[in-house]
């Protein structure tokens, strides 16, 4: 059987100390805004529209572009974490969809979750995270989303 491969970014937004998280109903599992990586676009672009569409909010990117740039190539904002992450895997192991993902972190002057697409989560169904909220939630979020998201706020802090 061949594995499905989608590209996704996801954006771990940073406000006083804190990063928002929703509990993501087909996976069951806690997550930062992300998404699919539509043709147009770049992967750091995705991670801003889909912040964008499921929060409200417009944070700046905390990344480093590299020093690479000619008149035919420029460098790209560099994610925190490129990650390779298995989605539906079956009962004998076999992977049949994974994601790769282009994890960005990113600073936002605000709190208010107001979602702006069709079909999100609604507002209440995100919280704000502190570093001490995400350990005292091990056994809730993933090894990943809660390590990234110490990581985010150590970044942005």
């Known amino acids: 059987m061949e594995t499905t491969?989608?590209?996704?970014?996801?954006?771990y937004v940073v406000n006083d100390g804190a990063t928002l998280?929703?509990?993501?109903?087909k996976l069951g599992m806690w997550l930062p805004p992300g998404g699919h990586v539509d043709r147009d676009e770049l992967p750091h672009e995705?991670?801003?529209?889909?912040?964008f569409e499921e929060t409200g909010l417009r944070?700046?990117?905390?990344?480093?572009?590299?020093?690479?740039?000619?008149?035919?190539?420029e460098s790209l904002p560099r994610p925190?974490?490129?990650?390779?992450?298995d989605i539906d895997v079956h009962e004998?192991?076999?992977?049949?969809?994974?994601?790769?993902?282009?994890?960005?972190f990113a600073e936002s002057d605000d709190r208010a979750v107001?979602?702006?697409?069709?079909?999100?989560?609604?507002?209440?169904?995100w919280t704000w995270f502190t570093a001490a909220d995400l350990e005292a939630?091990?056994?809730?979020?993933a090894a990943d989303v809660r390590d990234l998201g110490r990581r985010a706020i150590e970044t942005v802090g």
């Open 5 to 11: 491969r989608h590209f996704v970014a996801t954006c």
């Open 21 to 25: 998280l929703h509990e993501h109903e």
């Open 46 to 51: 995705t991670a801003l529209r889909e912040t």
């Open 59 to 73: 944070p700046e990117l905390v990344v480093e572009a590299g020093p690479y740039e000619t008149d035919q190539a």
């Open 80 to 85: 925190a974490a490129f990650l390779l992450e």
């Open 92 to 104: 004998d192991g076999r992977v049949a969809h994974q994601h790769v993902d282009f994890v960005y």
């Open 114 to 125: 107001e979602p702006a697409g069709r079909d999100e989560a609604a507002a209440d169904a």
């Open 137 to 141: 939630h091990a056994d809730d979020l």
